[in-house]
């Protein structure tokens, strides 16, 4: 099953299944999340997908987020549902958490040369404080890109030529792994050294450089609400007009007509099998060990 003739409702579900289980040990453990994204806007305009969504996203605040990656190595089925995430032993080509269903091959161009679980993804989000001082913020900024930069460890696409060789001299200059390593972390402290509970604005800075712009009232993301979603009940932010008008503007109009596909590339899809198949085949072939 190649990504062109998969099952894009098959597809849904599966991404439905994790994210139910993801909801369950959320509400077992007391953490906050909420669908953002096109899982938000199929919330609240389908009461389910988009018919042509491929994902489901979600945020959480720092806070949780960082909770999350400790209770979900201890509690968690791990098996089914690793939690994978860039740290110095491993770079996978993310700023942020992502679960994966091992029953399921889903493999990325970006990442076909790991050796990690190349199953379907839930992205995990964070959400930070968005400084007062327009000074702070624009450190915050600089940082944040730093912190993308140097974690996805990836020269920057599709968004300018300017970012593009910017992003291959400040990797050129930097070829250690180690080195890279302490300066992503050292950016990532101070990137979210603003916590919400200090700040009056909310802010994405793990979704790419368009979205770091983004400036949300807090208020929108104090809590979740249950909305329905494909005959369940899923939690997307209590502000979610404010945040989806901000994020993507008249969320409620429909795309036009070339716009209504799936956006993710994948070099293989088969939902029915673990990746562990294809391992030599797809993945962590000869030619890209």
Request: proline share 6%; net charge positive.
């Amino acid at each position: 099953m190649s990504e062109h003739n998969v099952d894009l409702r098959q597809l849904q579900l599966k991404c439905l299944e994790m994210t139910l289980y993801f909801q369950k040990f959320c509400d077992e453990n007391n953490l906050l999340f909420y669908m953002c994204g096109g899982g938000c806007i199929g919330a609240i305009r389908h009461k389910g997908f988009i018919p042509w969504d491929d994902d489901i996203d979600v945020f959480m605040p720092r806070d949780d987020y960082e909770k999350l990656k400790v209770l979900w190595r201890q509690k968690a089925d791990n098996d089914k549902y690793p939690c994978i995430y860039s740290d110095k032993n491993l770079v996978d080509g993310n700023l942020f958490i992502t679960i994966r269903d091992t029953d399921t091959t889903f493999i990325k161009p970006y990442q076909q040369k790991l050796d990690i679980p190349h199953g379907l993804v839930l992205d995990i989000l964070p959400i930070d404080g968005y400084p007062d001082k327009p000074f702070q913020r624009k450190l915050q900024v600089f940082w944040a890109l730093i912190y993308s930069l140097y974690c996805a460890q990836q020269i920057p696409q599709n968004h300018g030529t300017l970012k593009k060789v910017i992003g291959a001299v400040a990797l050129g200059i930097v070829p250690f792994k180690g080195l890279r390593y302490r300066i992503w972390k050292f950016a990532e402290k101070q990137m979210t050294k603003y916590k919400i509970s200090d700040c009056n604005h909310i802010t994405e800075l793990c979704s790419g450089p368009g979205y770091m712009k983004k400036k949300y009232n807090k208020e929108a993301f104090e809590s979740a609400l249950l909305m329905d979603f494909e005959g369940y009940k899923l939690p997307v932010p209590v502000g979610y007009d404010h945040y989806l008008k901000t994020a993507f503007g008249d969320y409620m109009k429909m795309p036009p007509k070339e716009k209504q596909k799936p956006h993710h590339e994948a070099l293989f899809i088969d939902l029915d099998n673990s990746y562990l198949k294809y391992k030599g085949k797809y993945y962590l072939t000869e030619e890209n060990k």
